[in-house]
């Protein structure tokens, strides 16, 4: 798709008679305090907030709330999502996805459990309990921790201090249905809260089959979740002591561009902390908390056909991560000095065993670990009319990895690259340095603003500990087969953004151009230089695992540039047109080549007409054709698309509202580039074929608060 076909969709989408609900807003005291020049919050279930110190992207009511709210995140000019499955969708930010997304559930950070990424972060934030998503504009400041690239933390709905010194009821409550994959989803929240205590319970339960496209069915997409949990608060004077617990519990759930499909992830969350003034303009935060993952995938349960009993594996993964933060701000919100420090310890291990055979096992992950201390200064202040925040941090990583235990029935090839790996130095440390500077000024409706860092990404423990070759690659799902490498270096990020922020009455725009030079860029690179000859022992087992061309994690010299933006216009009360645009090019510098799985350019238009109570309208999403692919990663070019939808909603008293709409209006098939490609025999998408998106469905959202 070029330019001007975007534009022509762009023109078709504005002239549609469009509702885009975005007055349905009150404020929102629950929202930590954040700036609209520095970060996005998308708000899915609570109210909107509208002060300068919080941007509120509407709620996406032009669509189904997906189950993954990775998606949801992806609506962000320069994002995009990475279709695993129904569960396990991964943002992608201005080109960069994964590890180098900072990922949150309530300010909590942690780590995936799956070798594969089956779990990103989101994976543990139902839709239908998402408060809030917030998300960092271009970089992450040091206080939020390491991040190479953005950050993104999902907030889950939870009771709220009220004004009565008595206790009193709060509650809401939502549910979904919808048809092109015959999927449910309910969720919601009760409590009690006064002035000075808040408890709640919350709970989910989301279930759906294959999607249907044009095409046929998409086999082996199907989805079950639960997720459940307490939490508590107590103020203290001007401060709060909290606590919260929250299990997860996905069910058999499909990933077709995966060997492997869920069986389970048991998953438990826990934290506490204090957070508030302990003296005049000085605030403390301080948080502890632990997450632990227990895994089965195979391809047996889920998988059309199940593999035969030779070729059966089913996979148990373990991670544990503790973490520990405390800060002291020193000043106003608008104007401080913040200094903290921070802590994450990760144990994770991983075995992969024949089902049928209890003498076949391998420890692909054995008991490897990170442990990182880290500590920031942050000056946020004014130089006449220039505001800034300036922040630097620094990070001590050790990195540790078991030795292998393979069971009497596991072949020769492997044995060999076990016993190699165990005589090996397997103890890295690394020492890492990040700054921020953001600068911006207000001149009446335009606010310019500019952006200067450096940041750096340890290298992970599959990318450095892969010892075994699989398919782990963090969710790349590409049919490749990967080894990790213990010599990488840490991935070191040069990121210049300029932009500016313009808003009246009428007509708001934000555009942004960035580029980021990264230097040791980690991808997974030819294993020697003898491509498609098999010398050595991995490309031997590789090779019996169908590929004859093994990947190894490697540092490359990358960069990447591009621009987005997002605008709305408001010609008259009640009409409104919205859209984001994104464009991002990636491109290897140390050979004429692209960077593997960057998005295309793409476009997203709505309209809207607002009634008092009914609304309705509809949305366009238009993707370019990429064809600016990875040579060296084997990666196919895609097609250009454009989809449509309709949507309505209709508030029914104060605190009710009944939504429904239609997506994929004129049943286009289409195949994100981003998708991951299908490994699942028995499905209408052939193997090896990206996941084509959803075909023609209705919807239907009912939405309560008490």
């Known amino acids: 798709m070029n330019s001007r076909y975007l534009i022509t969709c762009g023109a078709l989408?504005?002239?549609?008679?469009?509702?885009?609900?975005?007055?349905?807003?009150?404020?929102?005291?629950?929202?930590?305090?954040?700036?609209?020049?520095?970060?996005?919050?998308?708000?899915?279930?609570?109210?909107?907030?509208?002060?300068?110190?919080?941007?509120?992207?509407?709620m996406p009511e032009q669509?189904?709330?997906?189950?993954?709210?990775?998606?949801?995140?992806?609506?962000?000019?320069?994002?995009?999502?990475?279709?695993?499955?129904?569960?396990s969708g991964q943002l992608s930010y201005r080109g960069l996805a994964g590890q180098r997304v900072l990922g949150r559930v309530n300010g909590q950070r942690f780590a995936t459990g799956g070798p594969n990424a089956m779990d990103p972060p989101l994976h543990y934030a139902p839709s239908i309990l998402v408060d809030r998503i917030d998300i960092a504009r271009g970089v992450a400041p040091v206080s939020q921790g390491p991040s190479l690239a953005g950050a993104v933390n999902a907030q889950l709905v939870q009771t709220e201090f009220s004004e009565s010194v008595s206790l009193s009821p709060q509650a809401r409550f939502a549910s979904q249905y919808r048809s092109v994959d015959d999927s449910h989803a309910i969720g919601g929240l009760v409590g009690m809260a006064s002035?000075?205590?808040?408890?709640?319970?919350?709970?989910?339960?989301?279930?759906?089959?294959?999607?249907?496209?044009?095409?046929?069915?998409?086999?082996?997409?199907?989805?079950?979740?639960?997720?459940?949990?307490?939490?508590?608060?107590?103020?203290?004077?001007?401060?709060?002591?909290?606590?919260?617990?929250?299990?997860?519990?996905?069910?058999?759930?499909?990933?077709?561009?995966?060997?492997?499909?869920?069986?389970?992830?048991?998953?438990?969350?826990?934290?506490?902390?204090?957070?508030?003034?302990?003296?005049?303009?000085?605030?403390?935060?301080?948080?502890?908390?632990?997450?632990?993952?227990?895994?089965?995938?195979?391809?047996q349960t889920t998988r059309q056909p199940a593999a035969p009993p030779m070729m059966a594996r089913a996979t148990f993964a373990d991670?544990?991560?503790?973490?520990?933060?405390?800060?002291?701000?020193?000043?106003?919100?608008?104007?401080?000095?913040?200094?903290?420090?921070?802590?994450?310890?990760?144990?994770?291990?991983?075995?992969?065993?024949?089902?049928?055979?209890?003498?076949?096992?391998?420890?692909?992950?054995?008991?490897?670990?990170?442990?990182?201390?880290?500590?920031?200064?942050?000056?946020?202040?004014?130089?006449?009319?220039?505001?800034?925040?300036?922040?630097?941090?620094?990070?001590?990583?050790?990195?540790?990895?078991?030795?292998?235990?393979l069971g009497a029935a596991v072949p020769m090839g492997p044995r060999g690259l076990a016993a190699a790996f165990g005589a090996a130095d397997r103890d890295r440390s690394a020492t890492t340095f990040d700054t921020v500077l953001r600068a911006w000024v207000g001149v009446g409706d335009i606010t310019p603003r500019v952006t200067l860092a450096r940041?750096?990404?340890?290298?992970?423990?599959?990318?450095?500990?892969?010892?075994?070759?699989?398919?782990?690659?963090?969710?790349?799902?590409?049919?490749?087969?990967?080894?990790?490498?213990?010599?990488?270096?840490?991935?070191?990020?040069?990121?210049?953004?300029?932009?500016?922020d313009?808003?009246?009455?009428?007509?708001?725009?934000?555009?942004?151009?960035?580029?980021?030079?990264?230097?040791?860029?980690?991808?997974?690179?030819?294993?020697?230089?003898?491509?498609?000859?098999?010398?050595?022992?991995?490309?031997?087992?590789?090779?019996?695992?169908g590929d004859s061309t093994p990947l190894r994690f490697g540092n490359v010299d990358a960069e990447l540039m591009g621009a987005d933006l997002d605008?709305?216009?408001?010609?008259?009360?009640?009409?409104?047109?919205?859209?984001?645009a994104s464009y991002v090019r990636g491109k290897r510098r140390d050979i004429d080549d692209d960077l593997y799985r960057i998005a295309p350019a793409n476009l997203r238009l709505s309209a809207s007409w607002q009634g008092n109570r009914l609304s309705f309208g509809a949305e366009m999403f238009a993707s370019a054709a990429q064809n600016k692919v990875a040579r060296s990663n084997g990666e196919a070019s895609s097609d250009s698309f454009a989809v449509f939808g309709l949507f309505a909603r209709y508030a029914m008293r104060d605190g009710?509202?009944?939504?429904?709409?239609?997506?994929?209006?004129?049943?286009?098939?289409?195949?994100?580039?981003?998708?991951?490609?299908?490994?699942?025999?028995?499905?209408?998408?052939?193997?090896?074929?990206?996941?084509?998106?959803?075909?023609?469905?209705?919807?239907?959202?009912?939405?309560k608060r008490f």
Not at 238 to 247: H, I, S
Not at 284 to 298: E, K, S
Not at 349 to 354: A, L, P, S
Not at 505 to 516: C, M
Request: hydrophobic fraction near 40%; glycine fraction near 10%.
């Open 13 to 58: 989408a504005s002239c549609l008679l469009l509702s885009h609900q975005t007055a349905f807003a009150q404020e929102d005291t629950s929202a930590d305090a954040g700036d609209s020049v520095l970060s996005d919050t998308i708000v899915v279930t609570a109210v909107r907030r509208d002060t300068i110190a919080q941007d509120g992207i509407p």
């Open 63 to 87: 669509i189904a709330l997906p189950a993954d709210a990775a998606a949801i995140a992806a609506r962000i000019p320069g994002g995009a999502v990475v279709g695993n499955g129904a569960l």
């Open 195 to 299: 002035s000075d205590w808040r408890i709640g319970l919350i709970a989910s339960r989301e279930e759906g089959d294959d999607y249907e496209f044009p095409g046929g069915t998409a086999v082996g997409t199907s989805f079950e979740r639960n997720l459940y949990g307490a939490h508590a608060g107590f103020r203290t004077g001007p401060g709060e002591l909290y606590v919260e617990y929250r299990r997860s519990e996905t069910d058999p759930t499909g990933n077709p561009p995966f060997a492997l499909d869920i069986v389970y992830f048991d998953t438990d969350f826990v934290q506490g902390g204090f957070r508030g003034e302990i003296a005049d303009q000085v605030h403390l935060d301080l948080r502890l908390g632990h997450v632990a993952i227990r895994h089965l995938m195979d391809n």
């Open 319 to 405: 991670a544990d991560t503790s973490t520990a933060e405390a800060s002291l701000r020193f000043g106003t919100q608008g104007a401080y000095f913040q200094i903290g420090g921070d802590a994450e310890l990760t144990d994770k291990f991983v075995r992969i065993t024949n089902p049928f055979n209890d003498a076949f096992f391998i420890d692909s992950q054995p008991n490897v670990q990170s442990e990182r201390l880290g500590a920031f200064a942050q000056w946020r202040g004014a130089l006449g009319e220039v505001q800034f925040e300036l922040g630097a941090r620094v990070d001590r990583t050790d990195q540790t990895a078991g030795v292998p235990q």
């Open 455 to 500: 940041k750096e990404r340890v290298p992970s423990l599959l990318e450095r500990f892969g010892w075994l070759p699989t398919e782990a690659s963090f969710g790349l799902a590409d049919g490749n087969i990967y080894v990790g490498n213990l010599d990488l270096a840490p991935e070191t990020a040069w990121i210049a953004e300029l932009g500016f």
């Open 502 to 545: 313009f808003e009246n009455e009428v007509f708001s725009l934000r555009p942004t151009v960035f580029y980021r030079r990264v230097d040791d860029f980690i991808q997974g690179v030819p294993f020697d230089a003898t491509i498609g000859v098999i010398d050595s022992p991995v490309e031997m087992i590789a090779a019996m695992n």
């Open 567 to 580: 605008f709305s216009i408001r010609p008259v009360a009640r009409f409104v047109i919205e859209g984001t």
């Open 656 to 703: 009710m509202a009944i939504e429904a709409g239609v997506e994929n209006l004129f049943d286009a098939e289409y195949q994100p580039h981003l998708a991951g490609r299908s490994r699942v025999g028995a499905s209408d998408v052939a193997v090896g074929e990206r996941l084509p998106g959803a075909g023609q469905g209705g919807w239907v959202r009912f939405t």
